[in-house]
């Protein structure tokens, strides 16, 4: 069929223009050259919120001025007599793609301007859901990357009366959604600790998600805590990225090493508590959180604040319910069962039959243990691996600091210079990566309980924080000296 038996008439032509016009999927708006309005369609009404009524036979310039066009690419035409495309968002709530094309006489002159709105309102909304999406799959990575072993491969021995009157506040307080400071020396459990608390609370089907504040470098911890906004700084992802409190979000934050965070950043900690709301590095708008906060803590706190190096505000806000957990040598009824536990496990993974002899025992419940139940997990593992025989002896125990049970923690502490680790075997190790790792391991472990903290271990040993962390966190999953 050709082109002429389509419309008989001119009058015919005109009128199956107009549906064309009127049932288009975009809107069409159309002006003279001097951008009085001309027609609109139906879809352009949909689309902007605007009715016929209140433009046609209007000017552009008018329209403008009433604020019902924020902009118009048709007074932009008649200017420059080319195209041109604006985003525009219109008082329906919809966004579309503008585009305003001249059009022109034989002669080259302009007569109208023709205008296309395509709405972009289902392409955003399909944007954001791709976005939701994407965000789902970074909180879960990042979760993934915080989230450690679960607390039923931990250890959780309680039997000791000293023991047992913090794990009496710690069932207390679990259920309820009050901020928690758990202190204790290095090596106590305050770790162990947080995760109980978190499994027995209402927030357990949620995130825990923890953050030692001695490890991260001062210039990156606001961001880590609180994320950051596009382009807040050289080298920030596009797009931003989620912070910790964000992550942790309906779930539990465990701020570990607490005393070691910058004077800076307390304030801002302290508004994220009390406010429960951050602000993203680069961002302008607060965003609501709903997280409960365990810190944790081997510094003394109060002493900090007497000595200007933490903010006494803080401090009272942290302390709502604190719980002190005793060191080891304290609770000398689970001295035992700690090492026979840790014995056992050893036994499990390497299929050994590994027993301690009863002078052994004694030696243990002896000894002091200024590095707390760490000490006793890394001093077992050994034992392991250098007795011979299936009887662990005394001599394969290797307590290196005094066994006076007496002896002040300060005392221990400073008299508790570990046998060197590079003394020369008699035998070629079996495997050289293994044995200079594990090497590492020890002067890691050691810097770490004479330092008290990552940050100040790290600068001992001459690494940055970041590194001390990863390497610690490596090894103690190769060999299993996580206590």
Known sequence: MGTKEIFSTVAEAAEHLNAIIEYSFDGIFITDKNCNVLRINHSYEEIT?????????????????????????????????????????????????????????KNGELIMIVTNVRDLTEIYNLKESIQEKTDAIERLRLELEHIQTPLTERELIVRDETALAAMVLANRVAPMDTTVILFGETGVGKEVMARYIYQHSSRAKNSFIQVNCGAIPPSLIESELFGYESGAFTGASRGGKIGLFELADKGTLFLDEIGELPKDMQVKLLRALQEQEIMRVGGTKP??????IIAATNRNLE???????????????????????????????????????????????????????????????????????????NIVERAVIISSGDEIKPEDLHLLRPTNPVVPAEQAAEEAAPETAAEVPDELPSDLNETLEKLEYHYLTMAYEQEGNVRAAAKALGITPSTFVRKRKRYEETYGNKA
């Open 303 to 377: 002493d900090m604040v007497k000595n200007d190096q933490f903010r006494e505000d803080l401090y009272y806000r942290l302390t709502v319910f604190p719980i002190s957990i005793p060191p080891l040598r304290f609770r000398k009824k689970d001295i035992t069962p700690l090492a026979l536990s840790f014995l056992g496990k050893l036994n499990q993974k390497y299929n050994f039959k590994k027993r301690f002899s009863n002078i052994s025992i004694q030696l243990l419940n002896e000894y002091p243990w200024p590095g707390n139940i760490r000490e006793l997990k």
């Open 49 to 105: 919120g605007l009715t016929k009524d209140e433009i046609l036979g209007k000017n552009m310039a008018d329209l403008v001025q009433q604020k019902l066009i924020s902009e118009s690419g048709s007074l932009i035409v008649s200017r420059t007599k080319r195209p041109v495309t604006l985003q525009q968002r219109f008082k329906s709530g919809k966004e579309a793609l503008v585009t305003s094309s001249p059009i022109f006489d």
């Open 287 to 292: 965003i609501k959180i709903d997280v409960r």
